[in-house]
């Protein structure tokens, strides 16, 4: 697994990461002993990093990586978490207050005295963009609450808004072969500011993932059943906002452009970590399987088996014609 600098801070991240919002039960019910073998075979495949936040299960999801990594002696293995999004998404609960008592909750869960990485959970682009924000996290950096801080985002304005601080570690974006609008000027501008990239919903909620089809049903608590209209959250957060059965069309298609013994979640996800500026590429897995799958697609990278320039070109072919008129201009 290739291991790459997670901006300033010296730190190495595994180019394959784990994300865990299904480890807090929102995709589904998931118990903790499968969620546990989840990260362990993780880390057995090499994965240095794992993404959470305080609101995946209400703080399940950092409770669960506190206890499993407590048990893990001498763990080489950097957590981000998140905050923000346990409270009305209002400008002025983005307070220093507020993050540290945030911070604190997240401290306790982890079980740790400073947190690795906290990253402000999608807020507002006035948020984003306010000078206060980053002094109160400066300020939570000085205290010792947090070792580092970047900010996840919807859209690529805010991408750059944030990337332009001078302190920021990391972005965390949606990017995708269904989202390639970051390619244009943030994956750019990210690794000219020497800013961390951390690819969100990589397999676009799993139809990246070769496996669904029209008839395929999600359960009721579920966010592929209840959010696809957007009515929870941000819509573009759920099969990163292409429509199901134009997405199932642009999978099919994609994923018989690859060959032999190359997998789509594979391709896809070692098409991504290869693109300049990202630092890791975050997929999310509900079992040992998956989280083994997903760390093995780092080893496409060497490009002995599969040819990431030709996958490139149908990305960006099946996107033009399918995607782009849809998506390009959102987020």
């Not at 018989?256 to 979640?265: D, I, R, T, Y």
């Not at 760390?295 to 320039?309: E, P, R």
């Amino acid at each position: 697994m290739q291991q790459r600098t997670l901006g300033s801070t010296g730190r190495l991240v595994s180019a394959v990461g784990l994300g865990t919002w299904q480890l807090g039960a929102d995709w589904g019910s998931v118990d903790e002993a499968d969620a546990t073998a989840v990260l362990a075979a993780s880390v057995d495949a090499g994965v240095t990093f794992f993404d959470t936040a305080d609101v995946y299960g209400d703080g399940r999801s950092e409770a669960i990586i506190g206890r499993f990594l407590a048990g893990q002696k001498n763990h080489q293995v950097t957590v981000a978490t998140k905050m923000g999004r346990r409270e009305e998404q209002l400008s002025e609960n983005y307070t220093l207050e507020n993050f540290r008592q945030w911070t604190e909750r997240s401290r306790r869960n982890l079980g740790v005295e400073t947190l690795d990485l906290v990253q402000l959970h999608c807020p507002p682009s006035d948020v984003i963009d306010a000078d206060v924000t980053y002094d109160a996290l400066d300020a939570l950096v000085q205290e010792g609450a947090i070792a580092a801080y970047g900010v996840s985002v919807e859209t690529c304005d805010q991408a750059l808004s944030a990337i332009a601080r001078p302190a920021l570690t990391n972005v965390q974006i949606i990017f995708n072969p269904f989202r390639l609008k970051p390619l244009d000027e943030v994956l750019p501008a990210a690794s000219a500011a020497g800013v961390a990239i951390f690819a969100r919903v990589p397999l676009a909620s799993g139809l990246l993932s070769g496996k669904y089809t029209s008839n395929t049903t999600f359960a009721s608590n579920d966010h592929r059943s209840y959010n696809r209209d957007g009515s929870a959250f941000d819509k573009g957060e759920t099969f990163s906002g292409v429509d199901f059965e134009a997405g199932l069309a642009a999978a099919e298609e994609l994923a018989a452009a690859l060959p032999n013994g190359v997998s789509l979640p594979a391709a896809t996800i070692a098409w991504i970590a290869a693109q300049p500026g990202v630092t890791s590429v975050i997929p999310g897995a509900r079992n040992e399987a998956q989280a083994g799958s997903n760390a093995d697609a780092g080893l496409l990278l060497d490009g002995a088996d599969f040819d990431i320039a030709s996958f490139d070109s149908a990305v960006h072919s099946v996107y033009d014609a399918r995607l782009r008129a849809q998506i390009h201009p959102q987020w």
